[in-house]
């Protein structure tokens, strides 16, 4: 099992900057994915970015150049840099954790964040 808990959500104007954090706990695999993923007002769950703890990472075109990924494997722990924040950032964050190199593995997610961006 893995627990994950994210932070660091909240209110801020455009142009603004946010960081969230995202914790996890439990039983920690050495190979593994984690990544932010969110859900606009209406809309579906969408992916942000990804990295992997070989520190491969992914963005999403939306958000490239502007959020950075990043992890720090001793404390399990994964942020997502915000900068230049647009009014359609605005979306619940969610964190997700997957083991690689298990065929079928579960997806875990996080409780989510709130990030609302004012125009």
């Known amino acids: 099992q893995v627990q994950l808990v994210e932070s660091g959500g909240g209110l801020v104007q455009a142009g603004g900057s946010l960081r969230l954090s995202c914790e996890a706990s439990?039983?920690?695999?050495?190979?593994?994915?984690m990544g932010w993923f969110r859900r606009p007002p209406g809309k579906q769950r969408e992916l942000v970015a990804t990295?992997?703890?070989?520190?491969?990472?992914y963005y999403s075109d939306s958000v490239k150049g502007r959020f950075t990924i990043s992890r720090d494997n001793a404390k399990n722990t994964m942020y997502l840099q915000m900068n230049s924040l647009k009014p359609d950032d605005t979306a619940v964050y969610y964190c997700?954790?997957?083991?690689?190199?298990?065929?079928?593995?579960?997806?875990?997610w996080g409780q989510g964040t709130q990030v609302t961006v004012s125009s």
């Open positions: 997700n954790y997957v083991r690689l190199g298990v065929p079928g593995a579960r997806d875990y």
């Open positions: 990295i992997t703890t070989g520190g491969s990472v």
């Open positions: 439990g039983t920690i695999s050495s190979l593994a994915r």
